[in-house]
């Protein structure tokens, strides 16, 4: 199983034998090794889906929305009795940025000095991996008691439209509510156990688009700057607190993601600018 990474180096997963799934290291680099940048499901879902068959998975995949928007999830159970606990993740990772500034290639899945570097080993392929060693221990171990299964959703980088809210409703609709429910995000900065989340705030994401006057910079008199204007709404919304935290939450904070201004002219000010 080969794929191109962005820089066109091809990375290839190795073909896991069925003993080498409790081993979550190995897991984590088999999938790393596939790139799976956000909304791209590249061939990660497939890999992980085989591996979970050999352990004896029922596997149904839910692709969900259409064209662009189309998302790749599955869901995988092994067991059908109670009590039942799934396990919850995403494949897609967000993009690796300038390649040249990583340490080791982002899909190489390297190891040095105990660490294992490679787009995804922390957010969140590796908790992946741990899902998979876990069963594949208990297995050999002698089986499951109850249920297990597995939640996977191919976009919980991106919009997240068709990813696990809408596989939760086929859950729903298939009588495939568990009991307990394990999302293996990296919560833990420095040592495992540090903590435990016991809840989500969300997010909102927006767009301001600033409109000006577009001229020559010679002429900045008969000209509106977009940009000018946009740095002081920014600032703005930068120094106004949004709250200032709970006992489980610390205080939510604005991040600007990008400015958008599309002028490949160095000597023209913009009409209009954008920004996330």
Same mark, same amino acid.
């Given at each position: 199983?080969?794929?191109? +990474?962005?820089?066109? +180096?091809?990375?290839?997963?190795?073909?896991?034998?069925?003993?080498?799934?409790?081993?979550?290291?190995?897991?984590?680099?088999?999938?790393?090794?596939?790139?799976?940048?956000?909304?791209?499901?590249?061939?990660?879902?497939? *890999?992980?889906?085989?591996?979970?068959?050999?352990?004896?998975?029922?596997?149904?995949?839910?692709?969900?929305?259409?064209?662009?928007?189309?998302?790749?999830?599955?869901?995988?159970?092994?067991?059908?009795?109670?009590?039942?606990?799934?396990?919850?993740?995403?494949?897609?990772?967000?993009?690796?940025?300038?390649?040249?500034?990583?340490?080791?290639?982002?899909?190489?899945?390297?190891?040095?000095?105990?660490?294992?570097?490679?787009?995804?080993?922390?957010?969140?392929?590796?908790?992946?991996?741990?899902?998979?060693?876990?069963?594949?221990?208990?297995?050999?171990?002698?089986?499951?008691?109850?249920?297990?299964?597995?939640?996977?959703?191919?976009?919980?980088?991106?919009?997240?439209?068709?990813?696990?809210?809408?596989?939760?409703?086929?859950?729903?609709?298939?009588?495939?509510?568990?009991?307990?429910?394990?999302?293996?995000?990296?919560?833990?900065?420095?040592?495992?156990?540090?903590?435990?989340?016991?809840?989500?705030?969300?997010?909102? !994401?927006?767009?301001?688009?600033?409109?000006?006057?577009?001229?020559?910079?010679?002429?900045?008199?008969?000209?509106?700057?977009?940009?000018?204007?946009?740095?002081?709404?920014?600032?703005? *919304?930068?120094?106004?607190?949004?709250?200032?935290?709970?006992?489980?939450?610390?205080?939510?904070?604005?991040?600007?993601?990008?400015?958008?201004?599309?002028?490949?002219? +160095? !000597?023209?000010?913009?009409?209009?600018?954008?920004?996330?």
């Amino acid at each position: 199983m080969t794929e191109m +990474t962005t820089d066109g +180096t091809a990375c290839t997963a190795p073909t896991l034998r069925p003993g080498d799934l409790s081993n979550p290291v190995a897991v984590a680099q088999a999938l790393i090794r596939l790139p799976s940048v956000s909304p791209d499901p590249g061939e990660s879902q497939q *890999l992980l889906a085989s591996m979970l068959e050999t352990l004896g998975f029922s596997v149904t995949h839910l692709p969900f929305g259409e064209g662009a928007e189309r998302t790749p999830n599955f869901f995988a159970r092994l067991g059908t009795g109670g009590p039942h606990i799934c396990y919850a993740g995403h494949t897609d990772v967000v993009p690796p940025g300038r390649v040249d500034d990583w340490r080791y290639p982002p899909y190489e899945a390297h190891i040095a000095d105990g660490l294992l570097y490679g787009r995804g080993a922390c957010d969140m392929k590796g908790g992946i991996a741990a899902f998979v060693a876990a069963v594949a221990r208990q297995v050999a171990a002698g089986g499951v008691q109850g249920s297990i299964s597995l939640l996977i959703t191919g976009d919980e980088e991106g919009p997240a439209t068709y990813g696990t809210s809408k596989v939760l409703e086929w859950m729903q609709a298939h009588d495939q509510i568990p009991d307990y429910c394990l999302v293996g995000e990296p919560t833990n900065p420095r040592v495992l156990g540090e903590m435990v989340k016991v809840g989500r705030r969300g997010s909102l !994401n927006a767009q301001i688009v600033v409109e000006g006057t577009q001229g020559h910079v010679a002429y900045p008199q008969r000209a509106d700057n977009p940009a000018h204007r946009l740095l002081a709404v920014l600032e703005a *919304l930068r120094a106004t607190p949004l709250d200032h935290g709970t006992q489980y939450f610390e205080p939510s904070s604005l991040q600007v993601t990008s400015i958008d201004i599309g002028n490949d002219a +160095t !000597n023209v000010i913009p009409a209009r600018l954008r920004h996330n």
